[in-house]
C-alpha cells in the first residue's frame, strides 16, 4: 500500500537492504565463491596461509584503492596514484643518499633519515595538490589531469634516476620500515598500515560527515553546492589524501627494497582503479564503498593466483583481469537492475 | 450518432502496478473517448504518472490489458507506443541540452530510408507548433540555453507535432506561467478540434475544469471515478473526489508584523536582473510573481549566493551572496527550481537528503549522528506526509510531488531564518498545497521570514502579505496582499502593461 506510513516502528520494520549492502554482499560472495571455486582446481590454494596472502601481498594497491575509491565516490578518477609511488619512492631515497660520491646515481641530499622522508611525502601530497587545481579550478576532466600528472609524477622520478635506479650510500636505518615485524609476530609494518588504513576509512566513510559529503557531492554536485557543501574544498582534501597514501606507499615500498626505482607501481592506479569496479563503485559517483573495494581486491587476487597456480603464463594475466572486471561490472548492473524492476 | 457506435480510442482493463512494498497502480479500469480531453487526478503517489507510463510502454503492467480502439494493445517501448499512435509528455524533463531547439523537436521522429535522414515537412511542422506556443523561443537556439519552462514547451511542442492521436501529458504547465498555460490550451482545444485525444494530467484544478471533457480519479493507486466534467459541480467536488475531504485556501491578513528589515537587497544587476531592489522584513512572507524568464529565479539565486551578481545584499547587518554556503551560515535556505537536478540526490535514500544543510545539527565533533538523521527524516515524512513504503526509498522512485516534498524537507531542516522558495510546490496536490502553506504561515508566525518565488498567482495571492510585481528582470511595482488587490491590474503589471507604447 502507497499510504503514508505514520509511525517511527512502521518504517523501520519497513527497512530494506540497501542497494549499498546489497552490492557489497554480492562481492563479497563473489570473492568467497571464486575462493572456493579456486580450492577445488589449484593444489594448495584452501589453506590459511594463502587466505592471508591474498590480503598482505597486495597491501600497497588495496592501500592505493582506498584513496581512489573516496575519489570514485565522489565523481573523480584518480590515476596518478601509481606515479606517486614511483615520485615520492625515489625521492625519499635521494633526499637520504650521502653527499659525495662521484657516481651522480650514489650521491643524494645527504639530509637527515626524517626529513627525507618528509620531504617525500610532501612531493606526493604537492601532486595532489596539482590534481585539486586543475580539477577543482580549471575544471579540466579529472580523467584527463591525473593521467597527467601521473607521467609528470613518473618523469620527475625518472629524471631523477637517470631512468633506473638509486640504491647505494643510504643510512642503516633506510630499510628498517619497509621490513619491520609488528607485535613480535610475522606481521610487516606496511600490512598493518593498510589495515589501520582500512579502519579508518570505513570509519570516516560509514560514520563521520566528511564520508557523507563525498556521496552528496558525487551524487549530484550541483544540488550539493546548493546545500551549502563546499565541493571544491571536499574534493581539494580527497586528492590530497589520496595523494599522502601514495606518498607512504612509496617510501615503504622504497624502504622494504632499499632502492628508489623509476618503474615501481607501474600500473598500480589502474590495479586500483579495477579493484574499485570490481567492489561495485559506480564510476558515476555517488555509489560504492572502501569494503566493497577490499572484496574486489580480493576477487582480482584470487583471480591472478589462482592463475598462477595453474601455470598459466604470466601473459594470460590482463585477460583474466579484463575478463574480471567486465563481468562484474555486467553483473552488479544487471543486478541493480533486475532489483529495483 | 455514429460516435456512439465508436470503440473507446483507449480503453484499460484491470491494470495493476507491483512496485517491491508498494501497489502503485491497483485494478484500474476505464476507457478514454476519441476527441475528448481526459484529465487524470490524484493526489502525490496516487499513481498517475504510473499508469501512464504503462500506456506508453516506459514500464510493463504486472496484469491487465489495454485496447487502442477495440484493437489489443500492449506497448514494449515509448517507441513502440508512438507506433500505435501514442505520444508523451513525461513528468520530468527529456530534453538534450546539447543540441538545438529544432533538433530536439524532431528527435525520435526523423524519417529515414536506409538509415538517411528524409526531409519532411515535419520540420516546418514543429516550428510552426512551436511558435503557436511560444513565438519567442528561437528553434535554432542551444536548448541549455534556456530556462526550465522553454524546455517544457520544447517538449509540449514534440508532442504536440508528433501527428499522435492519443497525447498524454503529466503536469505539462507545473512550471509555466499563465500566458503560456493559455497558449498551451489553445493548442490542445486545437488539436482535439482535429480529432486528437489528449490525457491530461494536472495538479491545477482550474486547468482542469477550464480544458476537461471527462475526468478520472485515482486515490491510493484505485479508480475511484470516470465521469464527464459537465456533471462535476467545480473545485470543491474534484478535491472531495480526490483526497475525500474539503481543502481551503485564502489569504487571510496577518496582523502584528514586525516592522524589522532582516534582509535589504539594493540594485541586483546581471544579464537577467536590472536594477531590482527591495526588503525582507522579520516574520514576513513576500511574494515574487512574473512570468517565466521575468527574473523569479535568478533573484533567489541571486539571494542566496548561487550566481554572480552586481549591488549589495544585506542579510541581518551582514553582506551575503558569496556563496550558497556562506548563506545557509548566515541562516538563509533555498529550493531550488528544478527539484531533480538541483535539489536532490536520487540516488540516495530520503534518510540520507533530508540532513544536507544542517551538518551543525547532524554531526557531533565531525562524526555524522545517525539517530538525529533517522529522527530528523521521520519527523519530515510524517509533517509533510511524505508517501513512501519506507524511509530508506531511493528519492528517484518516489512520485514527482513526493521528491518535491523531500527537497522541502530538507530546506526545513536548515532551520533559516529566512527560506527563499522557487515554486515550493510544483507538482504538489492540493491537500499537501495547503498543509505546505500552513508549515509556511506558521515559520512565518514563529519570526523566520519566507520568500516565495512562483508562477501561480493563486499560490502567491493565497500565502503572501506583500507582492513583488516582475517584468523581464526588472521589479515593477509591489503590492500589499488584502480583499481588495486587482488581479487584472496584477496580469497587465507582468505582461508589461505599465509600460507605455515603448514596451
Ligand atoms: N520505481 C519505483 N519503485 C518503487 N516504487 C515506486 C517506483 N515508482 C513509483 N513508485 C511508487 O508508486 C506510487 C505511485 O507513484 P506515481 O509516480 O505514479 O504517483 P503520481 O500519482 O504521479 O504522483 P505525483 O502527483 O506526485 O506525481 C508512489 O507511492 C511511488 O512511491
Ligand atoms: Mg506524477
Redesign the interface.
Known amino acids: ?6 509511525t ?1 516502528t512502521a ?2 520494520e ?3 537492504l ?2 549499498q549492502m546489497y552490492i557489497t554482499l554480492l562481492v563479497a560472495s563473489v570473492a568467497i565463491g571464486l575462493f572456493l571455486i579456486a580450492s577445488v582446481f589449484v593444489p594448495n590454494f584452501f589453506q590459511l596461509q594463502n587466505m592471508l596472502n591474498l590480503v598482505t601481498n597486495n597491501w600497497a594497491v588495496i592501500s592505493l584503492g582506498v584513496g581512489v575509491t573516496f575519489l570514485l565516490v565522489s565523481g573523480n578518477f584518480d590515476l596518478s596514484v601509481g606515479g606517486i609511488v614511483a615520485l615520492s619512492g625515489v625521492l625519499s631515497v635521494w633526499f637520504a643518499q650521502s653527499i659525495g660520491s662521484s657516481n651522480a646515481l650514489s650521491s643524494g641530499l645527504g639530509l637527515p633519515y626524517w626529513v627525507a622522508l618528509l620531504g617525500a611525502l610532501a612531493g606526493a601530497i604537492a601532486i595532489g595538490g596539482l590534481n585539486a587545481l586543475f580539477v577543482v579550478k580549471f575544471r579540466i576532466p579529472s580523467i584527463i589531469v591525473t593521467l597527467g600528472t601521473m607521467m609528470v609524477a613518473r618523469g620527475i622520478a625518472q629524471v631523477i634516476t637517470q631512468g633506473s635506479q638509486r640504491n647505494t650510500n643510504l643510512p642503516d636505518e633506510f630499510g628498517v620500515l619497509g621490513s619491520l615485524k609488528v607485535f613480535g609476530t610475522s606481521m610487516q609494518l606496511p600490512v598493518v598500515f593498510m589495515g589501520l588504513l582500512l579502519l579508518a576509512a570505513i570509519f570516516i566513510e560509514r ?7 563525498t ?2 557531492v558525487g ?2 554536485p ?9 565541493n571544491a574544498k571536499h574534493i581539494t582534501y580527497l586528492y590530497l589524501f589520496s595523494a599522502a597514501i601514495a606518498g607512504v606507499v612509496g617510501i615503504l615500498l622504497s624502504s622494504e627494497y632499499q632502492s628508489g626505482y623509476s618503474n615501481r607501481g607501474l600500473l598500480m592506479e589502474f590495479d586500483a582503479l579495477v579493484i574499485a569496479l570490481l567492489g561495485g563503485i559506480a564510476i558515476a559517483g ?2 560504492g564503498s572502501v569494503i566493497g573495494m577490499f572484496f574486489g581486491a580480493i576477487i582480482l587476487a584470487v583471480v591472478t593466483s589462482a592463475a598462477t597456480g595453474l601455470t598459466l603464463s604470466p601473459d594470460w594475466q590482463y585477460i583474466l583481469k579484463a575478463l574480471a572486471v567486465f563481468l562484474a561490472i555486467v553483473a552488479q548492473t544487471w543486478a541493480l537492475a533486475r532489483r ?1 524492476k | 450518432m455514429t460516435t456512439q457506435q465508436q470503440p473507446p480510442v483507449l480503453s484499460i482493463e484491470g491494470i495493476i502496478k507491483d512496485y517491491p512494498g508498494v501497489r502503485a497502480v491497483n485494478d484500474v479500469s476505464f476507457s478514454v473517448e476519441s476527441s475528448t480531453v481526459h484529465c487524470l487526478i490524484g493526489e502525490n503517489g496516487a499513481g498517475k504518472s504510473t499508469l501512464i507510463k504503462m500506456i506508453t510502454g516506459a514500464l510493463l503492467p504486472s496484469q491487465g490489458n489495454m485496447k487502442i480502439n477495440g484493437a489489443p494493445y500492449a506497448p514494449t517501448s515509448t517507441q513502440n507506443a508512438r507506433e500505435n499512435g501514442v505520444a508523451t509528455l513525461f513528468q520530468e524533463l527529456h530534453v538534450v541540452d546539447e543540441l538545438s531547439v529544432l533538433e530536439n523537436l524532431t528527435l525520435g521522429m526523423e524519417q529515414s530510408r536506409f538509415g538517411f535522414l528524409i526531409k519532411s515537412d515535419l520540420e516546418e511542422r514543429v516550428i510552426q507548433t512551436l511558435a503557436s506556443i511560444e513565438p519567442s523561443i528561437n528553434p535554432a537556439a542551444r536548448v541549455s540555453s534556456l530556462s526550465v519552462a522553454q524546455k517544457q514547451i520544447i517538449e509540449i511542442a514534440r508532442a504536440a507535432s508528433s501527428g499522435a492521436s492519443v497525447i498524454i501529458m503529466d503536469e505539462p504547465t507545473a512550471s509555466l506561467s499563465e500566458r503560456e498555460v493559455e497558449r498551451l490550451f489553445t493548442v490542445i482545444r486545437k488539436l482535439r478540434s482535429q480529432g486528437v485525444t489528449v490525457i491530461y494530467i494536472s495538479h491545477k484544478l482550474d486547468e482542469i475544469i477550464a480544458l476537461g471533457d471527462t475526468v478520472t480519479v485515482l486515490r491510493d493507486g484505485k479508480h475511484i471515478v470516470t465521469k464527464p466534467l459537465s456533471e462535476v459541480s467545480g473545485r470543491p467536488e474534484l478535491i472531495d473526489m480526490m483526497i475525500g475531504r474539503c481543502v481551503f485556501e485564502s489569504y487571510t491578513p496577518r496582523n502584528n508584523l514586525s516592522e524589522e528589515v532582516i534582509l535589504s537587497a539594493k540594485g541586483l544587476s546581471n544579464n537577467m536582473l536590472k536594477n531590482v531592489s527591495f526588503e525582507i522584513k522579520k516574520g514576513e512572507i513576500v511574494g515574487f510573481y512574473g512570468l517565466v524568464g521575468a527574473g523569479k529565479t535568478e533573484i533567489a539565486r541571486a539571494l542566496f549566493g548561487a550566481d554572480e551578481v552586481a549591488g549589495s545584499i544585506v542579510f541581518k547587518g551582514e553582506k551575503v551572496g558569496g556563496s550558497p554556503k556562506e548563506a545557509i551560515a548566515a541562516g538563509i535556505a533555498l529550493v531550488p527550481e528544478e527539484r531533480r537536478t538541483q535539489g536532490l540526490f536520487t540516488n540516495l535514500t530520503i534518510r540520507e537528503n533530508i540532513p544536507v544543510m544542517n551538518l551543525r545539527r547532524m554531526s557531533n565533533n565531525g562524526i555524522f549522528r545517525a539517530d538525529a538523521e533517522l529522527s530528523a527524516a521521520t519527523h519530515y515524512i510524517d509533517q509533510l506526509r511524505i508517501a513512501t513504503s519506507s524511509i530508506e526509498k531511493h528519492t528517484e522512485k518516489l512520485s514527482g510531488g513526493n521528491q518535491q516534498k523531500v527537497v522541502l524537507a530538507k530546506c526545513l531542516f536548515s532551520k533559516a531564518s529566512l527560506l527563499l522558495l522557487d515554486e515550493p510546490t510544483r507538482g504538489v496536490d492540493v491537500g499537501a498545497k495547503t498543509e505546505i502553506y500552513d508549515i509556511i504561515r506558521n515559520l512565518a508566525d514563529e519570526g523566520n521570514s519566507v520568500a516565495v518565488f512562483s508562477s501561480e498567482l493563486e499560490e502567491v495571492l493565497g500565502i503572501c502579505d506583500r507582492i513583488f510585481l516582475l517584468y523581464t528582470g526588472s521589479l515593477e511595482s509591489e503590492i500589499i496582499n488584502g480583499p481588495d488587490v486587482d488581479i487584472n491590474d496584477i496580469l497587465n503589471i507582468v505582461t508589461g502593461g505599465n509600460r507605455g507604447v515603448t514596451a
Open positions: 500500500m502507497n499510504v503514508p506510513i505514520k517511527n518504517l523501520s519497513n527497512r530494506r540497501s542497494d560514520k563521520m560527515v566528511f564520508g557523507r559529503i556521496y552528496w551524487a549530484n550541483v544540488a550539493a553546492r546548493l546545500s551549502g557543501i563546499d555517488g555509489f529495483n
